[in-house]
T-cell receptor
């Protein structure tokens, strides 16, 4: 069965440190999509990035970067120079054969001032 | 463009009652999906509606139902509420739909349902 694993339940770092959130997915599909979402305390899931299975190019957006490696079925997310406002729960998800989202359990990120 | 809106934001009901939640998608989006989020089970897919038709369904009992109107607004209904239905219910819209290639879903703020 398809599955997304976010092994880190909670990470706590001091502001300005770099932090990497891990995501490992399992799929038998050759075409699939990977996503990261952020859920601040308000509850709304905020879309961060979408990547398709044929595009292994890493992406950088400001302080955020994503490393997609098909060989290890990983799609890790790094925040550089973390800020208190980055505190949230971060979810990784992949699509199944019906393009429904399969979600990881989430990683709670705490940035201390 | 306005984002996805959900009403009400908070709801308290008692066991056995029924509830209806509403979702207005981003203008132009035709697909609406519903998710249940609980601390124990995480995010679980309920169903997806596209052009007023339910196209995909998750593994939930028949007490959970939904519909979509011609303007793409969607409602979900839960009948005979149980304590375990207490959750954050999230609605997401996408253009065009999940069945299309990995369409990105944009989420509303959710409705927090408490069943007493």
């Amino acid at each position: 069965a398809q599955k997304v694993t976010q092994a880190q339940t909670e990470i706590s770092v001091v502001e300005k440190e770099d932090v990497t959130l891990d995501c490992v997915y399992e799929t038998r599909d050759t075409t699939y999509y990977l996503f990261w979402y952020k859920q601040p305390p308000s509850g709304e899931l905020v879309f961060l990035i979408r990547r398709n299975s044929f595009d292994e190019q890493n992406e950088i957006s400001g302080r955020y970067s994503w490393n997609f490696q098909k060989s290890t079925s990983s799609f890790n997310f790094t925040i550089t120079a973390s800020q208190v406002v980055d505190s949230a729960v971060y979810f990784c998800a992949s699509t199944d054969s019906n393009y429904q989202l399969i979600w990881g359990a989430g990683t709670k990120l705490i940035i201390k001032p | 463009k306005a984002g996805v809106t959900q009403t009400p934001r908070y709801l308290i009901k008692t066991r056995g009652q029924q509830v209806t939640l509403s979702c207005s998608p981003i203008s132009g989006h035709r697909s609406v999906s519903w998710y249940q989020q609980t601390p124990g089970q995480g995010l679980q897919f309920l169903f997806e509606y596209f052009s007023e038709t339910q196209r995909n369904k998750g593994n939930f009992p028949g007490r959970f139902s939904g519909r979509q109107f011609s303007n793409s607004r969607s409602e979900m209904n839960v009948s005979t509420l149980e304590l375990g239905d207490s959750a954050l219910y999230l609605c997401a819209s996408s253009f065009p739909g999940l069945a299309e290639e990995g369409s990105t879903q944009y989420f509303g703020p959710g409705t927090r349902l408490t069943v007493l």
